[in-house]
């Protein structure tokens, strides 16, 4: 069975757009029709035929900072726009160049090792800000436009805040209350706006080794799907809680059923 979604006329923000789950995202929905714009604080890579949801950058007309990229998808291309999510005047210029918006995905997030022992406060900082309050922001400037068009809200959420997140745990605890966020929201915003999460666990993505202490070929032994989740598999995610429907408040994890304790291997092995 194919599912297929008809985003045709819509307009979707993807925020952490250009490269990894967020470029999967960009290129789901610009596939299924929708006017598509992506923002991070560099330009998109150049095209390569293997990048999914990467591609070529040309000049905008619509001036300094912001640029166009054309989808691997093909069509009319997507939309980069340059700003930092965690500065609320860059938020408010992203938001200003929309005149409608139907679907905004906060992807934007991440963090590299950070233990709560020896680093500094403001690295913390930066990356509650980055995973919790530029979600927030970014969300509450666009809401106006989302209530006009009955839009939707999706978080991608975290399998490190949903359990104990060693090694990075001011992002833990970030996306923790960022599922908790968009429960608010959803509550606060219906029936106007639906806020719903997408729960990413282990993901098979070019910076995957970087998070996984260089491991890039996690499969079966932590995880019960028998593999990592790709950005494709959190992009029909999106697509699905985008669509219009009853559906908010909710927590859809992508995480191939979860990970494997390590209890499970040492009682298993020799």
């Not at 640029?67 to 691997?72: F, L, Q």
């Not at 009955?150 to 960022?178: E, F, Q």
């Not at 608010?184 to 202490?213: F, I, K, M, Q």
């Not at 995610?237 to 040492?266: F, K, Q, S």
Request: some cysteine; aromatic content about 4%; proline content about 7%.
């Amino acid at each position: 069975m194919t599912v297929t979604y008809d985003y045709a006329g819509k307009s979707v923000l993807v925020t952490g757009g250009t490269r990894g789950i967020g470029a999967g995202i960009a290129a789901a929905f610009r596939a299924a029709g929708a006017e598509v714009t992506v923002c991070a604080r560099t330009p998109p890579e150049p095209a390569s035929p293997e990048g999914a949801g990467d591609g070529s950058v040309r000049a905008s007309p619509e001036g300094a900072g912001i640029r166009s990229a054309r989808a691997s998808t093909g069509g009319a291309g997507i939309r980069f726009v340059r700003a930092d999510v965690r500065d609320p005047e860059e938020v408010d210029r992203l938001i200003g160049t929309f005149d409608r918006l139907d679907v905004v995905v906060n992807n934007a997030g991440g963090s590299p090792p950070a233990p709560v022992d020896g680093t500094s406060p403001r690295l913390h900082a930066r990356v509650i800000e980055l995973n919790l309050t530029a979600p927030l922001l970014v969300a509450q400037r666009a809401y106006p436009l989302l209530a006009a068009t009955g839009g939707a809200v999706v978080m991608i959420g975290s399998a490190g805040g949903a359990r104990p997140s060693p090694g990075t745990s001011a992002y833990g605890a970030a996306k923790a209350g960022l599922h908790h966020l968009a429960r608010c929201l959803a509550a606060e915003w219906a029936p106007l706006v639906r806020v719903n999460t997408v729960v990413v666990g282990l993901a098979a993505t070019r910076e995957a080794s970087d998070h996984y202490g260089g491991r890039s070929d996690l499969d079966g032994r932590a995880i019960p799907a028998g593999r990592m989740a790709t950005p494709a598999d959190v992009a029909a995610a999106c697509l699905w809680l985008a669509a219009p429907g009853y559906v908010t408040g909710a927590e859809v994890r992508v995480d191939g059923g979860g990970e494997i304790p390590a209890w499970r291997h040492l009682v298993t092995e020799p």
